[in-house]
């Protein structure tokens, strides 16, 4: 009983606490008197026609990033650089047939993160890993969507068929 009254107590302090904040909110808002005893000086209003700005000040823009780890180096003019094209080692012989090559799908081996490829090269059926050879196609990379091989030097990708 006494745990009740209490509780009542509460809730009748909570309504009144809350009665008086809507009070004051609502009162405020209908307020229809405008305080007119402000003190605000006059100041005068620059035509903006005629602007001037009051002072210049260049601004420097040699200081060192604090970001950059290297030492802040001057723009120099009539810079020239040379490209030197490189050269592939890889030869291509024209006088064998491209292999037909399908991309099967892949397996993931439960005892590591390495991948199992699933590939049909001119028919024959292989399973396998990075850097293994079948029929002089060997699989460079596994990228589970597309596969990139190498037969004879020439690299290409296949996509999952």
Do not use: C
């Amino acid at each position: 009983m006494k745990n009740k009254w209490f509780t009542y107590f509460l809730g009748l302090i909570v309504l009144v606490v809350w009665g008086l904040i809507f009070n004051k909110i609502l009162f405020s808002v209908n307020d229809d008197q405008v305080n007119t005893d402000l003190n605000i000086p006059n100041i005068p209003k620059e035509d903006l026609n005629n602007y001037q700005p009051k002072a210049s000040i260049p601004l420097l823009l040699n200081y060192k990033d604090p970001f950059r780890l290297t030492v802040y180096k001057e723009k120099t003019e009539n810079v020239v650089r040379s490209h030197k094209m490189r050269k592939s080692n890889t030869t291509i012989r024209s006088d064998y047939p491209e292999p037909n090559i399908i991309y099967s799908g892949y397996i993931k081996n439960s005892g590591s993160s390495n991948y199992s490829t699933m590939i049909n090269i001119n028919g024959k059926s292989a399973i396998m890993k990075e850097g293994e050879v079948f029929d002089e196609v060997k699989l460079v990379k596994n990228y589970k969507d597309s596969i990139k091989i190498s037969y004879q030097g020439l690299v290409s990708f296949i996509k999952l068929q």
